[in-house]
């Protein structure tokens, strides 16, 4: 069995509870993730390029939150995103992606991605092509950014404070979103960086 006898004992005896946390843990999920929508909503308001047609920032409903620039368009059609979403799908508590989960490698991060197949490329050659430039075209590590363990995007990790959510929720969240604030200014400072990488994947240049 993957859990101890004693652990199955206590849920089992304990399973009205845990029932109950069940449906209290939805209502905190809609809180928290409807927050971070509006959040990452208001503050690309701010950045100087304007947002493209096909954003979606409903991240309680999809998932992910989704955008892109309107400069990056090639042809009407995107040629980079944007997304906010856990690093791994699984059955995690959505307070667990956002806080991190001990012994878990999974946590919510802000992904830099393409299809490289609509840019002519096959995985490997991709792969290479991106970490070359990230690490040695770009300054994005150096501003916090890193590639992911798949090595498609390249990513930012946004880490909440557990207690700043307690202590926070459900009307006064502001100190708790701090940590989304943060990659969000992270993202808005580095866009003359992706940009420069946007153009090195259109372009197929080394």
Not at 10 to 38: D, M, P, Q, Y
Not at 48 to 55: E, I, Q, V
Not at 131 to 152: M, N, P, R, V
Request: net charge negative.
């Amino acid at each position: 069995m993957k859990y101890s006898q004693d652990l199955a004992q206590l849920v089992i005896a304990n399973i009205e509870n845990h029932e109950r946390a069940k449906k209290v843990l939805a209502e905190v999920n809609g809180v928290l993730l409807g927050r971070i929508s509006l959040e990452v909503k208001d503050i690309l308001t701010q950045f100087p390029n304007p947002l493209d047609l096909d954003c979606d920032f409903d991240l309680y409903e999809n998932g992910c939150i989704d955008f892109s620039f309107t400069p990056w368009l090639v042809q009407d059609e995107r040629s980079v995103n944007f997304s906010v979403q856990p690093s791994e799908e699984n059955d995690d508590e959505w307070v667990s992606h956002l806080c991190g989960l001990n012994g878990s490698s999974n946590y919510l991060a802000l992904h830099f991605y393409t299809d490289y197949r609509m840019l002519g490329l096959k995985a490997l050659q991709f792969k290479v092509r991106l970490k070359e430039a990230l690490f040695e075209k770009t300054s994005l590590i150096e501003q916090g950014f890193k590639l992911s363990a798949d090595g498609y995007s390249v990513e930012y990790v946004i880490k909440f404070n557990h207690t700043d959510i307690v202590e926070g929720y459900p009307h006064d969240l502001e100190k708790a979103m701090l940590p989304l604030v943060a990659a969000m200014d992270a993202l808005k400072s580095a866009m003359p960086e992706f940009d420069k990488l946007q153009k090195i994947l259109i372009n197929h240049t080394s």
